[in-house]
Structures are given as C-alpha cells and as structure tokens.
C-alpha cells in the first residue's frame, strides 16, 4: 500500500538554528498539505499546495516558515529561525483528485517530531 | 467557520467493552466526515469515513453514522481491544473539498 513518506522522524535543535522538513506523497497525489500538531491538539493546517503552486498559505507564520513543492513532487517545509514555541508534530498528508473534491480522503505520513531547546 | 467537537478524554475501559466516541460537527453544505487514529509516536491514520447524510462507514469493528439531523458522527466499537489505545479524531472536510478540520482528538485507553 503506498504511504506518504517524511523524514527526519525526530529533530532536536537549538533555538534560533534553522531545520527542514521533507515529504513524499502518494504517487499521483496532485494535492500537498503541511499540519503542524501541538501535544495533545488536533492538527492544523499551515499550507497546502496544488501541484506546485500553493494554494492556501494564510496560517504559515511568513516571518520564519516557507514551503516549496518546485516539481509538484516532494515538498521540503523550512524553519529559520526556530523557537520554542515551533516544539510540535509537523505532519503531510496529501490527496488524489477524485473529481469530487469534498470525498477526496488525506492521507497522513508518520511526522516529524521537533524539539526546540 | 466549520467546527468539530469531541468529548473529552481520557475514556478508560476494559478489555472486550463497548466504545462510543461522540463526535459532533457545525459547518455548511454537505461535509465528508472522517475518524483519524494517532497511535503513539505516529501519524494519523484513516480509521473510515462517510460522505453523505446516513452513510455508514465501517473498519476494523469500528462504525460510525453520518446523521445530518443531529450533525452527529458518533464512533463505536462493540468490544475494545488492548491494542485499540491510541487518540481518535473527529475530522470534517468542507463542501469545497479544500479544508479538513479536526476535533481536540480523544485519548482511549483499554486495560487487559
């Protein structure tokens, strides 16, 4: 069955150092998204991609976070600089293009855990 | 904007006992609704989901309804396994099909 991939599964960096973040979905998949999970909440959505192009940015913090996905493949998710408050679950997640978008199922790779210190 | 709400946790239960859920939602137009499963350490994983009024989706002895009458997609489970522990989250992906929100997630825990 195919899986979205991410690495690293685990990052532990020091306040004010920059860290990325790397995706893979589904083969196919034309729709990309970025989750960030804080401990014990539910996840939200900081960015969502349509092939290459985003598609809605409105809850990336732009002062620290960008996002590119320059083929419409993998996607890489950047922090610079980290702080604390950055600690969470970052995850991907992407979706195929059923032709009835509000049945389109995301599906979730295992996420990267960051640590800020 | 659409919203989901689960009951909080954590729910405690025995090996072999009956789970329910609550999970329930506030949005426009015609959602699909989902049930997402985080085992520790992990990423979510679709547990079912359904797309219109009255559909059932079912996985792995778990159900759920979709009822638009009482915008309701409770979770349920006839009997719990140990391995069954994780947090599960309500989630609802909007007509437009461009915005999944999630509940607070509910912790389960089943004991042997």
């Known amino acids: 069955e195919a899986e979205v991939a991410q690495s690293p599964r685990y990052k532990i960096t020091e306040k004010s150092q920059a860290v990325a973040f790397w995706c893979d979905p589904i083969s196919g998949h034309a729709t990309l998204y970025w989750y960030r999970q804080i401990l014990g909440q539910g996840p939200e959505l900081l960015v969502q991609?349509?092939?290459?192009?985003?598609?809605?940015d409105s809850q990336l913090p732009k002062d620290r976070f960008s996002a590119e996905r320059l083929k419409g493949v993998d996607s890489t998710l950047k922090i610079q600089p980290a702080e604390l408050g950055d600690s969470a679950m970052y995850l991907c997640?992407?979706?195929?293009?059923?032709?009835?978008?509000?049945?389109?199922?995301?599906?979730f790779g295992p996420g990267t855990r960051l640590t800020v210190l | 904007g659409d919203s989901v709400t689960q009951m909080e946790g954590p729910v405690t239960l025995s090996e072999e006992a009956f789970l329910t859920i609550n999970c329930t939602y506030t949005?426009?137009?015609?959602?699909?609704l989902f049930w997402y499963v985080q085992y520790p350490g992990e990423g979510l994983q679709l547990l079912l989901k359904?797309?219109?009024?009255?559909d059932k989706g079912s996985n792995k002895g778990f159900e759920a309804t979709y009822r638009k009458e009482t915008t309701s997609f409770h979770l349920e489970k006839g009997s719990v396994q140990v391995s069954d522990s994780a947090v599960y989250f309500c989630?609802?992906?909007?007509?437009?099909?461009?915005?999944?929100?999630f509940g607070g997630g509910t912790r389960l825990m089943v004991k042997p």
């Open positions: 949005a426009t137009g015609y959602p699909s």
């Open positions: 997640a992407s979706s195929g293009t059923s032709g009835e978008p509000r049945t389109d199922t995301q599906y």
């Open positions: 359904a797309t219109k009024a009255d």
């Open positions: 989630a609802l992906l909007n007509n437009a099909g461009n915005m999944l929100t």
């Open positions: 991609f349509q092939d290459e192009s985003v598609v809605d």
